[in-house]
């Protein structure tokens, strides 16, 4: 299971990918610096001057992990504010995610009998 964060650039529209296991992945040159223990995105505008926006508008917290059942990737992002998520996946069992006590984020499964599977993924 990974976690990582996608960052849309308010100025192009360009996505950035930043991850402790990949590092950051620049993909605009109006991208500067992000600050995800501060909430925080540094971007530069066309004037080239330094720009603070929150990551909770440009950005959406993200994780790879498998299906306990068919064994088949899937990638859920999920916005800070709007409490919105969004699934990639061809997997048939997964049914949605779900915040747990201390913000805890549970994908749950079910087989085609309807037995229920939770499982953590951050």
């Known amino acids: 299971m990974e976690h990582y964060w996608k960052i849309k650039c308010p100025v192009c529209g360009a996505e950035t990918i930043s991850s402790t296991k990949e590092g950051t992945q620049v993909?605009?040159?109006?991208?500067?610096?992000?600050?995800?223990?501060?909430?925080?995105?540094?971007y530069y505008n066309d004037l080239g001057e330094e720009v603070a926006v929150s990551l909770e508008s440009v950005g959406q917290a993200c994780y790879n992990f498998s299906?306990?059942?068919?064994?088949?990737?899937?990638?859920?992002?999920?916005?800070?504010?709007?409490?919105?998520?969004?699934?990639?996946?061809?997997?048939?069992?997964?049914?949605?995610?779900q915040r747990g006590e201390g913000d805890k984020i549970s994908a749950i499964f079910a087989d085609s009998y309807n037995n229920i599977y939770p499982m953590e993924i951050g």
């Open 27 to 42: 993909h605009c040159s109006h991208f500067s610096r992000f600050f995800p223990e501060k909430s925080l995105v540094i």
């Open 67 to 97: 299906c306990p059942l068919c064994k088949e990737k899937i990638e859920a992002c999920a916005t800070e504010g709007a409490h919105q998520y969004f699934i990639k996946t061809n997997c048939t069992h997964f049914v949605s995610l």
